[in-house]
C-alpha cells in the first residue's frame, strides 16, 4: 500500500465500530453535499448488515446569527472531520448538536466522540434517553456531563432561535421510550427528521457507488454468477437491497435451506471472504422489480414498515398529533437520516404518510406499502408478542 492510500485510508477510520458492528465497520467514507449554498449541507455514510447496505446522514445548517447547527451526527471519521472544519471557517463554529432520537442507538453511538471534537457545543437531546439492558447516565455513555441538555417535550424554550421550530413525538414503549426530534428550519422550509420518514429512489445512493461490491453482489441471480459490474447490476443490486432493508424479507424473494445453499457455495467462482465464502441463498421471483415499484413509488415519503407494524401503533393518537401539527408548518423539502435526501414534498404529503393510523383517513393520494411484504414484519411482532417483548397496539385514530 502507497503512503497516500494508507493516509486515505486513515482519513476513513472508525475506531469504536465493534460498538455497533455494522457495514462498513472501522473504515467510513463520507460524502458531503451543499443541499443550499452556503446554508445546508448533508453528510452520507453507510450502514448494514450482510451488504444490506443503506445510507446514513447528518445533516449541518448554517445559523443566521453565525455558526453551525448539526442534527444526527454521525461518525467523526478525520475524513468527516476535515470537512466540518473547513465549514467552521467558512461559516463560524459549531453551536449545537443535536441527538433527535431516544431509541436509534445507531445514531447515538456516534454523540460522545463526535461531541469532543467541538468542545465549545451544546449538546441537546431528545428528553427520554434510555439504554438497554441497563439503564446508564448520559455522562457512562460518552456524553459530555456539562453540556449536554435535555430539549422539553412541549417545545417551551427553543434553544435554537426563531430561524427552528420543533416538535417531539414521545412514544412508551415500556422498556424504553421512541421519541424522534423533527425540526423545522424555517429559510430554507426544511424539516429534518430522523427516523419515522424514508424515501426511496429507484437510483442507487450516491454513497453506495462509490464503492458498489454490495450492489453487485446483490444483483446475481445465483451463487454461480460472477460479479460483474454494470450500470443495470448496480441498479438492480440497489433495489434489491432496498427491499431487504425495509421489509427484511421482501415477499418476492426466497431463501434457499441450508443443504442447498452450501451445495451452491461449493460451486461458486469466487469464494473469498469478500464473497461470503460463495453463499448466495437469494432466489428472485421474476416479478421481483414490480414489488420495488410500489415501494419507491417515484420516491413518496412513507413510513418504514417497522415502524408502520411495531412502533407508531403503540401511540395512534399521539402520532397524528404530531404529524397534523407539523402538517401545518411550511416546507418544501425533507432530510431524514436514512435512504434518499432530500425529498421534495408538501406538508399534505408528510401527513399523508401517517394515514395507515387511521380508520377513515381523510386523504387517500397515498400508495400504501404491498400487504405481502408486511407479512414478515407481522409475523415478527406476533412472535414478541408471544414471548411478552413486544406490547399489544392500540386502536386506530
Ligand atoms: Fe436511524
Request: with cysteine.
Amino acid at each position: 500500500m502507497n503512503a497516500q492510500v494508507v493516509e486515505n485510508q486513515q482519513n476513513l477510520s472508525w475506531y469504536f465500530w465493534p460498538v455497533l458492528p455494522l457495514y462498513p465497520y472501522g473504515k467510513r467514507k463520507t460524502l458531503c453535499r451543499e443541499i443550499i449554498k452556503d446554508t445546508l449541507w448533508v453528510f452520507d455514510q453507510l450502514q448494514g448488515i450482510l451488504y444490506t447496505v443503506v445510507p446514513i446522514r447528518m445533516s449541518i445548517i448554517k445559523l443566521q446569527e453565525g455558526g453551525l447547527l448539526v442534527y444526527a451526527p454521525v461518525a467523526p471519521t478525520p475524513e468527516c472531520i476535515h470537512i466540518i472544519q473547513e465549514l467552521v471557517a467558512k461559516y463560524g463554529e459549531v453551536k449545537y448538536i443535536i441527538l433527535p432520537t431516544s431509541s436509534g442507538l445507531e445514531h447515538k453511538i456516534f454523540i460522545g466522540p463526535f461531541a469532543k471534537q467541538f468542545p465549545q457545543a451544546l449538546v441537546y437531546v431528545a428528553p427520554r434517553q434510555w439504554s438497554f439492558p441497563f439503564n446508564l447516565p448520559l455522562s457512562w455513555l460518552g456524553f459530555p456531563a456539562k453540556r449536554t441538555l435535555f430539549l422539553s417535550v412541549n417545545n417551551q424554550n427553543n434553544p435554537f432561535g426563531d430561524e427552528f421550530k420543533y416538535a417531539v413525538l414521545d412514544i412508551n414503549l415500556g422498556q424504553g421510550s421512541f421519541q424522534e426530534v423533527a425540526l423545522l428550519h424555517k429559510p430554507s422550509q426544511t424539516l429534518f427528521l430522523t427516523d419515522t420518514i424514508v424515501s426511496i429512489n429507484e437510483q442507487p445512493p450516491e454513497i453506495l457507488q462509490i464503492d458498489p461490491y454490495p450492489l453487485l453482489f446483490h444483483a446475481r441471480e445465483n451463487a454461480q454468477q460472477k460479479i460483474i459490474d454494470s450500470a443495470d447490476n448496480r441498479l438492480c443490486g440497489w433495489q434489491r437491497i432496498a427491499l431487504f432493508a425495509i421489509y427484511f424479507r421482501p415477499s418476492a424473494v426466497k431463501i434457499a435451506d441450508f443443504g442447498e445453499m452450501w451445495k451452491d457455495a461449493k460451486k461458486a467462482p469466487d469464494r473469498s471472504s469478500q464473497a461470503y465464502f460463495g453463499f448466495f441463498p437469494f432466489q428472485w421471483d421474476e416479478n421481483w422489480q414490480d414489488t420495488f415499484t410500489v415501494l419507491s413509488s417515484n420516491g413518496r415519503p412513507f413510513v418504514a414498515p417497522i415502524l408502520q407494524v411495531l412502533i407508531l401503533p403503540q401511540a395512534p393518537s399521539k402520532v397524528i398529533e404530531w404529524a397534523d401539527k407539523i402538517a401545518t408548518w411550511d416546507f418544501k423539502q425533507i432530510i431524514s437520516c436514512h435512504f434518499d435526501a432530500p425529498i421534495q414534498t408538501t406538508p399534505q404529503q408528510f401527513r399523508q404518510a401517517f394515514s395507515f393510523l387511521e380508520k377513515d383517513p381523510q386523504m387517500i393520494d397515498h400508495q400504501p406499502l404491498l400487504k405481502e411484504d408486511l407479512r414478515f414484519i407481522q409475523e415478527l411482532e406476533a412472535n414478541l408478542l408471544k414471548l411478552g417483548i413486544a406490547t399489544p397496539t392500540r386502536e386506530k385514530v
